[in-house]
């Protein structure tokens, strides 16, 4: 067995519903600093909700529901204001989703929201996040161009950018890549390798090649239930339980 | 007989040419007709000097200001009322009988005629709250009466700015204010605007809501304070051309070309900022 790092996130028993649909059901799991947890598992197996339970997004739809309990460093989620815990709970959409700013405005934006008012600051917070998500060299003469003038790829670094500007803890990560080509999800990936020693990041991917190459434990949903959780060599190479065997070659999905 | 599609075709092709024709052409003659009638009445005088003579000569500059004032007056009151009703329904209002209530009663305040507002303005203003007749009364019965058309404009601009913005905004740790104030009144300002000017347009041309409550038949000088009357120019119009005898036609012409001029002026206006918005749009 592996030393672990310390807890950053303990999940108790969480069940959550939109409506009548129960999506999550009674899901116990840790999560631990500075590693990668990958989430795979069919469509509507509630990788998503689980994703977006651990910084209280689901909260904006209507009809969302939940029981049991979060644990952030050891607080309860419900009992942090959901303005602090989303500043250091980031995430990366799985759409690459400018805000219709420059691309200087994107990154400094929330840093802005969180009262930054010096320039040479907010400048210097925009350099250093760019350089992290690698898209510094490729933007560096253009900061001051509208956002959705860069490709699909760049735009999603730019959100990481984005997210890493508000300096966050944890990155949740929710399908980056499903709209990347080749070459901008080997980027990301590469990005996402660098940022695990600062940071702690929850990927949740539908490419189970993703998650074997990037996770350093592996989570498998399926129909809102947590199959099976591991570190992630394992789970590849002698999965304890049938079903998780069966998605990751692929036999269904 | 066997159905020609060819034929058919070009008889419906016709009928709905003509319905489209029988739109423009009212219009067009409208212009036409009041240019043609009224331009030979407008020199720098007639725009710019008191009537005098029993309004028989002279200009029509009070009730150009006075409407000028009055929309203005509607304005400083509807619009910030307006957006931040708008910013409620659209932001904040949760979808239950309360929040349908208040957007049924909006739609309905769009469809009372203007010379209920007019009663009403003089229920509520000038006997009420004594604000007599007055440039206040009058502004206030039209602030009301372009309330609803601010709101609904302002609420769609809102409510078209995607919601995935919102939520970006949201998961960077922004509140629900911080977003509105941020991205989505910015994203906003241009229906706002429309919204906005689309309700001048309407105040500048109606009569009934201020016949009570503020318009002088004949007061050839301008107000000293909101609590004067003033002249307006639909309600002069109105005036020149049935309660005082022996205006010369042109003089009745050129007040309705000044007045078609100030409202068309300001939907034009409305039209070239939306397009440059439109332009500039980034999603």
């Known amino acids: 067995m592996v030393k672990n790092n310390p807890i950053k996130f303990s ?44 910084n209280r997004l689901n909260e904006l739809y209507p009809g969302f529901k939940m029981t049991g309990s979060v644990f952030y460093g050891g607080e309860d989620i419900q009992k942090i204001e ?8 980031g995430t990366v959409f799985a759409l690459p989703l400018p805000l219709p700013l420059s691309i200087a405005d994107n990154v400094a934006y929330g840093a802005k929201i969180h009262g930054i008012k010096d320039k040479k600051k907010l400048e210097e917070i925009t350099e250093e996040s760019l350089k992290k998500a690698f898209l510094w060299e490729e933007v560096k003469d253009r900061l001051n161009e509208s956002a959705f003038k ?31 080509d080749p070459i901008s999800t080997a980027k990301v990936e590469e990005t996402m390798f660098v940022l ?16 074997a190459r990037v996770g350093d434990k592996t989570a498998f949903f399926l129909s809102g239930e947590l199959i099976e959780f591991d570190i992630t060599e394992k789970i590849f190479t002698a999965p304890s339980d049938q079903r998780t065997d069966g998605y990751i070659r692929g036999e269904f999905g | 007989m066997t159905r020609n599609p060819y034929r058919t075709e070009k008889i ?47 200009g029509i500059f009070p009730a150009i200001a006075g409407t000028v004032y009055l929309v203005l007056g509607a304005v400083i009151f509807a619009l910030p009322i307006g957006v931040l009703a708008a910013i409620y329904l659209s932001e904040y209002a949760r979808e239950n009988l309360l929040t349908r209530i208040i957007k049924l009663a909006i739609v309905n305040l769009a469809g009372v005629p203007s010379v209920v507002y007019g ?44 919601q995935t913005f919102r ?37 500048a041309g109606e009569t009934a809501p201020i016949l009570f409550t503020v318009a002088a038949f004949y007061l050839p000088r301008l107000p000293k304070s909101i ?16 309660q005082v005898p022996n205006v010369e036609e042109k003089i009745r012409y050129g007040t309705a070309l000044v007045l078609l001029a100030m409202v068309l002026i300001t939907n034009l206006a409305a039209i070239v900022i939306r397009y440059k918005f439109r332009k500039k749009k980034k999603w």
């Not at chain 1, 984005?162 to 803890?169: G, N």
């Not at chain 2, 502004?139 to 601009?157: H, K, Q, Y």
């Open chain 1, 11 to 54: 999940i108790k028993n969480l069940n959550a519903w939109f409506g009548s649909l129960h999506v999550l059901k009674a899901i116990n799991l840790e999560i631990y600093a500075n590693e990668i947890l990958s989430i795979i598992g069919p469509a509507n197996s509630g990788k998503s909700t689980f994703l977006r339970t651990l």
């Open chain 1, 82 to 89: 959901a303005e602090v815990l989303r500043k250091r709970v």
């Open chain 1, 150 to 180: 860069l490709s699909g790829g760049q735009q999603q670094r730019l959100c990481i950018a984005r997210t890493l500007a508000v300096k966050p803890e944890v990155i949740l990560f929710d399908e980056p890549c499903s709209g990347l």
């Open chain 1, 196 to 211: 695990k020693r600062e940071y702690t990041i929850v990927l949740v991917t539908n490419n189970v090649k993703q998650a």
């Open chain 2, 12 to 58: 419906a092709f016709f009928f709905l040419f003509l319905a489209t024709l029988l739109i423009v052409v009212p219009v067009g003659l409208i212009v036409v007709i009041i240019i043609q009638k009224g331009l030979p009445a407008i020199n720098w005088q007639f725009i710019s000097d008191m009537p005098r003579n029993g309004m028989r000569s002279g």
């Open chain 2, 119 to 162: 009663l009403f303005g003089l229920a509520l203003f000038v006997v009420f709250f004594k604000f007599g007749a007055s440039i206040l009364s009058g502004s206030l019965t039209l602030g009301i009466m372009i309330l609803p058309i601010i709101i609904t404009a302002s609420r769609e601009a809102m409510e078209s700015v995607p």
């Open chain 2, 167 to 203: 939520e970006v905004s949201l998961s960077l740790g922004a509140s629900k204010w911080q977003t509105i104030r941020h991205i989505v009144l910015p994203n906003a300002i241009p229906g706002i605007i429309t919204g906005t000017i689309l309700g001048i347009g309407r105040a």
């Open chain 2, 227 to 242: 609590f004067d009357q003033v002249m307006a120019l639909p309600y002069h119009l109105y005036v020149i051309s049935t």
